[in-house]
C-alpha cells in the first residue's frame, strides 16, 4: 500500500508502459542457439544482475558477435544500454533487433521499451506475425502503471464520488477493447479531444499526466501541487493537481469530473473506479468488451448462492479497490483484484508470511509504475488459487521497491474467463470461456 499525502496519493504497479510497463526477458524459458558463445552471455546476465551495466554490455556484445541471432543476447545488450542511461544507442539496438527479428521474443521485450522510448520509431518498424497474447502470456511478468505490468493507483480520497446530475449514464452500454501487452486499451475523450486510457479496476481514480493531457491538446493544471503521488519505482514521491475534465468513454460520460494529474505517465492514463462505479460490468476477454449496465436496486442476486457455487467469489472493498482471498500454495493471503495489472505481484511481507523463498538465480525485470523505474525477481510458486480457479507452477514477481501490504491479482491468472463484478453484491461471477 502506498501512503497518503495530502489530498491525492497514488499507488501504482508494475507494470505496464500504458500504465504498468515491464522490461523483461524470460531467462529460463529461452534456449540460447548451440552456436552463441554460453560464457559470454552467462556473464553479461551475471553482471547485469550485479547492476555492473558497462561489464554486461562488453560480455553482451561478445554473444553477440558469436551469435548474431541471439535475440537474448541482443535483447539484454540494448537493456544494459538502457539501465546505463545511454538512451540514443539503447533505441538503436532495440530498433535493430525489432528490424532483424520481428517475431522473437527478444523483439517482443524490445517493443515494449522502445514505446516508452521512442513511439514514432516503433510504428515505423515491422510488425510482429505472432499474436500479441501468444508473447504477452510467455512473458512471466506483465506490467504496469503497472505489471509485471501492472499498474495500481490510489489518490484522492477512498470513498466514492457523488455523480454530477449533468452525467450521461446509460441504463447499458458495451465497450470494446484492445489488448495491448495484456492491458485493456479504450478510446476515451477528455474534452472532446479523443485519448486511450487503460481500464483499471486497481486504479480507485482517474489518473492522467501532464504528458498525456498535452499529447491530446488539454491544458494541464498549473499553480502549486495538491498532493504527492507514491508508487513503485525509485523516483520518489511525484507532485499531483486536481482537475475537473469532461471525460467520455462510450455512451458513458462524466461531466466536470474530477481526475488526478502528475506530470508524466509511464505510458496511457487510467481510467479507475470512480468513473464506472456506478455500473455492474461483465468482461469478455473473447469478445474484447466490457458490458456496463447501471446499477439497480434489487433483492436477490443473479448467482448462485456464493457459498454454493465457487465460480461467485466474494470481495471486499479496501477504498475503492477490490480485495479477494487467495490462496498460496495451500497458505490463504488476500490480494488486489486489479485488471490494470498484467501480471500477479507479492509485496515482501507477503513472501514472508506465506514461507516463501525467492530463489538466487530467479528471473530480474525492470518495473515502471508512478515513482520511475525499479527491479522486480520472478519466480514460479507451486499454486495459486481463488474460487474455483487455480494455477499450478505459477509466476509471481517481487518488486525491490518496498510495496506494503498485499500483492496484484493481475490478467495473466484470470484471461481464459469471462467475468462478472458485481458491487451491490460483493462478487465476481467467473465463467470459463
Not at 36 to 63: E, H, N, R
Not at 334 to 354: H, I, P
Request: glycine fraction near 8%; charged fraction near 20%.
Amino acid at each position: 500500500m502506498t501512503k497518503k499525502t495530502g489530498k491525492l496519493s497514488f499507488r501504482s504497479f508494475a507494470l505496464f508502459l500504458a500504465q504498468l510497463t515491464i522490461l523483461s526477458i524470460v531467462l529460463q524459458g529461452i534456449a540460447l542457439p548451440a552456436q552463441a558463445a554460453p560464457d559470454a552471455f552467462a556473464l553479461g546476465v551475471k553482471q547485469f544482475g550485479a547492476k555492473t551495466y558497462p561489464l554486461a554490455i562488453a560480455s553482451f556484445k561478445k554473444a553477440i558477435v558469436a551469435n548474431p541471432k541471439n535475440d537474448s543476447a541482443r535483447y539484454y545488450y540494448a537493456l544494459s544500454l538502457h539501465y546505463s542511461k545511454n538512451i540514443p544507442a539503447a533505441i538503436k539496438a532495440y530498433a535493430e533487433l525489432i528490424r532483424m527479428m520481428p517475431d522473437s521474443n527478444g523483439a517482443s521485450y524490445a517493443r515494449i521499451a522502445l514505446a516508452k522510448l521512442d513511439a514514432a520509431l516503433l510504428s515505423s518498424l515491422p510488425p510482429s506475425r505472432v499474436a500479441q497474447q501468444q508473447y504477452s502470456q510467455s512473458s512471466s511478468t506483465a506490467s504496469a502503471a503497472a505489471a509485471g505490468g501492472a499498474s495500481q493507483a490510489q489518490f484522492r480520497q477512498s470513498s466514492p464520488v457523488a455523480s454530477n446530475p449533468n452525467d450521461k449514464l446509460p441504463d447499458d452500454c458495451r465497450i470494446y477493447y484492445t489488448l495491448e501487452n495484456n492491458s485493456f486499451v479504450l478510446d476515451a475523450y477528455v474534452n472532446g479531444r479523443p485519448m486511450k486510457m487503460i481500464f483499471d479496476t486497481g486504479a480507485e481514480d482517474c489518473a492522467f499526466g501532464k504528458d498525456n493531457l498535452a499529447a491530446a491538446g488539454v491544458a494541464g493544471p498549473t499553480g502549486k501541487s495538491t498532493g504527492t503521488a507514491h508508487g513503485v519505482g525509485d523516483g520518489g514521491a511525484q507532485a499531483t493537481w486536481d482537475m475537473r475534465v469532461d471525460l467520455k468513454v462510450g455512451t458513458i460520460e462524466r461531466k466536470s469530473f474530477e481526475i488526478g494529474v502528475q506530470d508524466t505517465m509511464n505510458g496511457y492514463p487510467l481510467l479507475g473506479q470512480t468513473f464506472f462505479q456506478d455500473f455492474t460490468y461483465t468482461i469478455d476477454n473473447g469478445a474484447h468488451s466490457i458490458h456496463f449496465v447501471k446499477k439497480r436496486k434489487a433483492s436477490g442476486s443473479a448467482y448462485a448462492d456464493p457459498a454454493r457455487d465457487p465460480n461467485n467469489v466474494p470481495f471486499t472493498r479496501h477504498g475503492n479497490e477490490i480485495v479477494v482471498n487467495v490462496s498460496v500454495n495451500g497458505r490463504p493471503t488476500k490480494m488486489y483484484f486489479d485488471t490494470g495489472a498484467t501480471s500477479c505481484s507479492l509485496s515482501k511481507e507477503q513472501v514472508k508470511q506465506l514461507g516463501l523463498t525467492i530463489p538466487e538465480d530467479a528471473e530480474i525485470i525492470e518495473v515502471v509504475g508512478i515513482a520511475g523505474s525499479t527491479r522486480a525477481k520472478v519466480f514460479n510458486v507451486r499454486s495459486m488459487k481463488m474460487g474455483a480457479i487455480e494455477k499450478f507452477d505459477f509466476p509471481v514477481h517481487v518488486c525491490d521497491s518496498e510495496m506494503a501490504g498485499i500483492g496484484l491479482l493481475g490478467q495473466t491468472f484470470y484471461n481464459d474467463h469471462q467475468y462478472t463484478i458485481d458491487y451491490e453484491r460483493g462478487l465476481i461471477h467467473f465463467l470459463r470461456r
